[in-house]
């Protein structure tokens, strides 16, 4: 499952930050790193200096505009925040590699954390499959990233360690596939009086649909199936 991983930070603004999780990711080896518009550099002395046994991962980190451009090739999002919602798939952080066995048998995690002073925006986690928690004893919720980032990769090492998460392979749609499907249906069950209609309580069916379509672990042929009957249903219309 580890290596299947990738490690996605949003917004990063802490030298130190990124360094330390550059280490890690040289510690842990999940699949690599990427930088969702970063206010860090890579090249900025302090996250060298920290991230001293691992400039090669910090100049390898993939860089992205944008959090849909990251993961677009991932078969299933992670985001971690502190930040319970009722309408939010939520999950231990000790139950995700088996949720993810089930999930995304195949292809790549995308590990999203927020940036330092905010954490992951409720529009970023609209954007994520499940919402991974930390749990804390103490009074505090929060934990610094690179302490977080580290406990997540630990868990998904231990969880590997004893076999955990990794069943036998199938492929899996990838979020660019899903998010092209959900375009197509709400095309077709859009409008302003239809099921995907404008404004935010159109978002919020889009965010539910998306979501439930990537718990389903579709394949590409199943994609491409659902795709076949939105055209159906649109020559049915005219």
Known sequence: MLARAEVVLVGTANPENLGGVARLVANF????????????????????????????????????????EAVGEATCVVGFSARRGATRPTVPLTALAAELATRAPAGRVALVFGP?????????????????????????????????????LWELARATAEGQGEPAARATATRAELDALVTHAAAVLGGADGWLGEGPEGERRRVHLRRMLAEASLTPADVRALHGLCVQLERERR
Do not use: F, Y
């Not at 518009?37 to 920290?50: E, K, M, Q, Y």
């Not at 330092?116 to 609209?126: F, P, T």
């Open 29 to 68: 080896a999940p699949a690599g790193l990427c930088l969702v518009a970063a206010r860090a550099r890579v090249d900025d002395p302090r996250a060298l200096v920290v991230g001293r046994m691992a400039r090669e991962v910090l100049a390898a980190a993939r860089a992205a505009a944008t959090l849909d």
């Open 116 to 152: 330092e002073d905010a954490g992951l925006s409720a529009a970023d986690v609209d954007r994520c499959d499940l919402v991974a928690t930390i749990d804390l004893p103490g009074a505090l919720p929060s934990l610094n990233l690179t302490q977080a980032v580290a406990i997540a």
